[in-house]
């Protein structure tokens, strides 16, 4: 199984060298650079296309939100796994909409922060659950419209979209349900078209956003 390619946007040089030494140090890893700052992002990504970008929100000149979305709009299937600290709450909220793969905290543990770059390659939305109870509390706060659709969710699926949007990882899923990763994944690509959405992200996203759950 070839190396996941990761790269990374931090403004912090420590904490850009020690990720990118966890990387480097790290099998099934290969870190495709370091940047501070998305001033050039396409250009820095383009001569080695990374499978996963590790984006810090807060960076100076483009941001790391600016920088998903150009990353999106072009390359949308790379995936962006937001790093933030708790405090960021609006800027957590703009990267949910914005269609961010996954947000951890940056405190996030080194071997559960590879665990959540996995899990986002293998079309999961890593959430710290700090994060998801932060995300949670600022769609409710946002007065979106209610709505009595379920969008015909079997109890199944509407069980493992809660799981979802909680945070938890399909193997987590799978053990909480006591079913099989596999079963997950299905269930997860059926809730994905009854939703009309394209990547966990925006299905957590719409399912906090129209009270689904």
Not at 28 to 48: D, P, Y
Not at 138 to 166: C, G, P, Q, S, W
Request: aromatic share 6%; proline share 4%.
């Amino acid at each position: 199984m070839p190396d996941i390619k990761v790269a990374i946007f931090e403004d912090n040089k420590p904490r850009r060298e020690l990720l990118q030494m966890l990387l480097e140090t790290s099998d099934g890893f290969e870190c495709t650079g370091a940047w501070e700052h998305c001033g050039q992002v396409i250009k820095n990504i383009v001569t080695n296309m990374p499978d996963v970008i590790l984006m810090d929100i807060d960076m100076p000149g483009v941001n790391g939100i600016e920088g998903m979305r150009l990353v999106k709009k072009q390359f949308p299937g790379i995936k962006v796994l937001m790093q933030t600290i708790f405090e960021d709450e609006s800027k957590i909220f703009d990267a949910v909409l914005a269609g961010a793969d996954g947000y951890i905290l940056k405190k996030t543990p080194p071997l559960k922060l590879l665990d959540a770059i996995r899990e986002v390659l293998d079309g999961g939305a890593p959430m710290t659950p700090t994060v998801a109870r932060q995300v949670l509390q600022l769609f409710n706060n946002k007065h979106y419209k209610n709505t009595t659709d379920n969008f015909d969710l079997t109890e199944r699926e509407h069980e493992i979209l809660k799981l979802l949007v909680k945070g938890l990882s399909y193997k987590m899923i799978a053990a909480e349900c006591n079913i099989s990763y596999a079963t997950v994944n299905s269930h997860i690509t059926h809730i994905y078209e009854k939703l009309h959405v394209s990547n966990a992200a925006e299905a957590v996203a719409k399912a906090l956003g129209q009270h689904i759950i």
